[in-house]
């Protein structure tokens, strides 16, 4: 129950653990094709946009995006809400960008109007937000950021690691340029695939570069291999792990075929995930816990990252994993003895025994560590708020 890599499906599985197929293959030509074909229902992109699969995590696709996005002077602003849009900030700068700095304090969001504002002031190129920072669990309104950069000329940059596939985001009305995220959270795969849908406005951004990006990182170099496993042909530029793209195919559809409260597909998906973080969030109330992030409609749907109780500590999460469930400790610098993050995307939110099982071994682990809690009263209220 850690936020990623997550527990996948028995179904995802099995493809994973299949023989190996060769790259050229004909099932694997399918797989390929099939997963780029699913990515544009879940980005919900227009044909003209661009879906990329390519071997490597999430920091590859931010790298690609930078890389091909900005070459050196071009200003960048960069929202922060935590751990991750710093990492994003200190990539642009290694691509030579002009990196701009919006910064909430850790545990809560930027709000649209100082984001209006550092537009204004910044006059960025590109602005780069991420949708759900993991280290904070304070989820953006990536949406409207990216309709404001719009506004100004401004291309928009969406790391979607912690929220593709479980958080709303759509390409359709042509905001939103890179939207990236990689296989290991809430889209239910291994980890070890980056997955990214480029506009043509990005695709724009990359042939103006007077310098080629590396070659692995080039979306010109890849693009054209993209379109031929879309069509069902044979391409080759660099060997793609070929079971995890067996895997991607099959992951991919299930979030295509859920169903959840008459909705269907990635809006059934976003749905599930709301209902599950409201009934974890149900629990944590009922065990006296705080998240770090205070606001409730700042806070993303994936992750719960929670306060340690008074006289707790990380202690916590060994005294949790004695219970047989995994939870992950603090990730931001300035805070991380404070808090613990319990990952809740993905195969888990269709299994509500599974998630029971979390808010039991974490009440039993406070109990351990001395902070007095009512077990029983923590499961029904998060029964109550999940039916
Ligand atoms: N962005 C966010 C929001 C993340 O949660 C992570 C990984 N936890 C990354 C980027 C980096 O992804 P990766 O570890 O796959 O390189």
């Known amino acids: 129950m850690i936020p990623g890599p997550i527990e996948v499906s028995p179904e995802v599985q099995a493809a994973h653990q299949g023989p190996p ?5 004909p099932n694997l030509v399918e797989a390929f094709g099939s997963s780029l074909a699913s990515m544009r229902q879940i980005w919900r992109a227009r044909p003209e946009d661009q879906p990329f699969l390519v071997a490597g995590s999430g920091t590859l696709a931010m790298d690609m995006a930078a890389a091909n996005l900005v070459q050196s002077g071009d200003r960048v602003l960069v929202v922060g809400t935590g751990y991750f849009s710093q990492r994003m900030a200190k990539i642009f700068g290694r ?15 930027v709000t649209l109007d100082e984001i209006e504002q550092a537009l204004e002031r910044e006059q960025p190129r590109v602005v780069s937000i991420t949708h759900v920072d993991t280290s904070t669990g304070v989820r953006m309104n990536a949406q409207a950021v990216a309709e404001k950069a719009k506004r100004v000329g401004a291309l928009t940059v969406v790391d979607g690691v912690c929220s593709t596939g479980a958080e709303a985001l759509s390409m359709a009305d042509g905001t939103v340029d890179v939207h990236l995220t990689a296989s290991q959270k809430a889209l239910g795969l291994p980890a070890g695939l980056a997955f990214f849908v480029a506009s043509p406005r990005a695709m724009e951004a990359r042939a103006s570069l007077s310098l080629d990006p590396p070659m692995y990182l080039d979306f010109r170099v890849w693009q054209p291999i ?35 409260n008459g909705l269907r597909g990635i809006e059934g998906r976003v749905a599930r995930h709301q209902r599950v973080a409201s009934a974890m969030d149900a629990a944590w109330s009922a065990l006296g816990l705080t998240h770090v992030c205070d606001r409730p409609q700042d806070r993303g749907s994936t992750l719960s990252a929670l306060r340690y109780p008074k006289g707790v500590g990380p202690e916590l999460v060994g005294a949790i994993g004695k219970e047989g469930v995994t939870v992950a400790g603090g990730l931001h610098p300035q805070m991380k003895d404070a808090y613990f993050r319990v990952g809740h995307m993905g195969w888990v939110t269709m299994h509500p025994p599974l998630l029971e099982r979390t808010v039991r071994s974490v009440a039993h682990g406070l109990a351990a560590s001395g902070w007095p809690v009512d077990i029983e009263g923590a499961v029904t209220a998060f029964k109550d708020r999940l039916n």
Do not use: C
Not at 21 to 25: C, F, I, N, V, Y
Not at 95 to 109: C, F, K, N, W
Not at 229 to 238: L, V
């Open 95 to 109: 691509y030579g960008a002009d990196v701009a700095r919006v910064d909430a304090i850790p545990g809560q969001a």
């Open 21 to 25: 197929p060769g790259h050229l293959a």
């Open 226 to 260: 993209m379109r031929a496993y879309e069509d069902r042909e044979k391409a080759y530029f660099a060997t793609p792990p070929t079971n995890l793209v067996m895997a991607s195919q099959v992951g991919l559809k299930q979030i295509e075929e859920d169903a959840f």
